[in-house]
Structures are given as structure tokens and as C-alpha cells.
């Protein structure tokens, strides 16, 4: 039985021109994206669902409607991706496609919009 992956609370999934995004506050990104690290650790040709969405751990692109399809190491990269989203290190909307990460890009697509103000970036610290 597949992974069954839900948008945080308040959050909403959309399709965009390129696939699906979900678009949300600050905090509803970082909590997606702790659920999307998820699909990671599923074996290949393993799948996770999300709403009308099939999200597939492929070595190779795989072209079916509403079926985004990435290796293992492309889902982790796609989450980190979104955490930067998040706090404000990368431009929002963005889709993972355009980080130019595998090539050629994922399409259908997975993306997310930000809503609102991004949450500070607490990664790095600074020596006073």
C-alpha cells in the first residue's frame, strides 16, 4: 500500500503550469517538506500519494498525469529545497524542476508557493 501524504493543516495543493504546488505559510512548507523526506526512504518503483497525486522513487522519468517521478536522492534534495523556500533562501514560487538538480527536469513537476513572510534562517550562525 502506497504512502499516503496529506498538506499540512491550512495549507492547499493547486496545480501549476508545470505540475502540482503546494502553497502555505512558512510553517506549513517546513512541515511539508519533513513529510516529503519520507518518500526518500521508500524503495524504487515504491510511491506516495498525495491527494490525486502519484509521487514515484524512478531512476528514469516516468510520463503519466499527476505522477511525479525522482530518484531517492532527488525527493531529500526536493525537501531541503523547499525549507529554503521556507526561510527565504529561495524565491517563491518554485518548482524543483527549475534548480536545474536532475536533468531533465521532472514533468509533471512538484513546487510550492509561499504565503506570507518567510520564518527567519536560524541554519547558520553568526561569531560575535
Not at 510520463?63 to 534534495?77: D, E, F, L
Request: charged share 20%.
Amino acid at each position: 500500500m502506497p504512502l499516503e501524504l496529506k498538506p499540512p493543516q491550512g495549507a492547499e495543493l493547486i496545480e501549476s503550469g508545470t505540475g502540482v504546488r503546494l502553497r502555505g505559510a512558512a510553517p506549513q512548507l517546513i512541515e511539508f517538506a519533513s513529510n516529503l523526506r519520507a518518500v526518500s526512504a521508500l524503495h524504487t518503483g515504491d510511491s506516495a500519494i498525495l491527494q490525486e497525486w502519484l509521487l514515484v522513487v524512478s531512476d528514469s522519468p516516468i510520463s503519466r498525469k499527476r505522477t511525479v517521478a525522482m530518484p531517492h536522492h532527488a525527493w531529500r534534495v526536493c525537501a531541503s529545497k523547499f525549507l529554503e523556500v521556507a526561510t527565504g533562501r529561495e524565491e517563491s514560487p518554485f518548482d524543483f524542476g527549475s534548480c536545474g538538480y536532475l536533468a531533465p527536469a521532472p514533468r509533471p513537476d512538484i513546487g510550492v508557493e509561499l504565503t506570507g513572510e518567510p520564518l527567519p534562517d536560524t541554519s547558520s550562525t553568526e561569531s560575535r
